[in-house]
């Protein structure tokens, strides 16, 4: 209770907690999200869960976690602010927010990422030649995919900009992505 963030939220409940992603050199075109609500405290007899939570997180608080003026806070969630980068932001309701599940193609995305920037380019090239408003690009980067579909950085003589191509229909694996991915490249083919 000595840590001026307590205080403040022992004076006023409100609060809000950044969450970020990493990974893009440009720290601003990194997708975050600001949950904002009111901190309320966990007694101490239900905070087990926090406790141990806490300390895989931070194996090294164990010395003093246990003090008498340690408390554990719940963040009780009233809304949302999401900004995917650029151009690209939006308050997310409660409702939506707990209707939410997290996103299936996540544990494979990395790997989805890494082979079709290594493998794929071609590929790449082709999506937003034939699929996006940049038919005059010379290179492309996917940068994420989702269950609804995927981003690439398309660069060209217009210099770079973001390229969004959704899936018709959501995803819940990487062979789906693969799939999805593959059947894209013929439609492409068939289009130019």
């Given amino acids: ?10 004076g006023d409940a409100r609060a809000s907690l950044l969450v970020h992603e990493t990974g893009k050199a440009d720290p601003l075109a990194n997708a975050r999200c600001t949950l904002v609500g009111r901190g309320e405290r ?9 406790r141990a939570a806490f300390l895989a997180a931070h194996p090294y608080a164990a010395g003093f976690v246990d003090y008498s003026d340690f408390d554990f806070y719940r963040l009780e969630v009233e ?3 999401y900004i995917g980068g650029y151009g690209r932001m939006s308050w997310v309701s409660i ?23 290594e493998d ?15 038919t005059d ?8 995919i989702d269950r609804y579909g995927f981003e690439m950085i398309a660069h060209g003589p217009f210099g770079q900009g ?19 991915l593959v059947a894209l490249v013929h439609a492409a083919r068939a289009k130019l």
């Avoid at 966990?42 to 926090?50: G, L, N, T, W």
């Avoid at 973001?162 to 999805?180: C, H, N, Q, T």
């Fill in 95 to 117: 409702d939506e927010y707990r209707e939410a599940s997290p996103d299936p193609i996540a544990p494979s995305a990395k790997g989805i990422l890494d082979h079709m920037n």
């Fill in 42 to 50: 966990i007694p101490r007899e239900a905070s087990a869960e926090a």
């Fill in 79 to 81: 809304a949302l602010r």
């Fill in 162 to 180: 973001p390229v969004r191509l959704a899936f018709d229909a959501p995803i819940a694996s990487a062979k789906d992505a693969r799939e999805k």
């Fill in 1 to 10: 209770r000595l840590a001026e963030h307590t205080k403040n939220l022992v």
């Fill in 120 to 134: 794929h380019a071609d590929a790449l090239l082709l999506y937003c030649r034939a699929f996006s408003r940049a």
């Fill in 137 to 144: 690009a010379e290179r492309a980067v996917m940068t994420a």
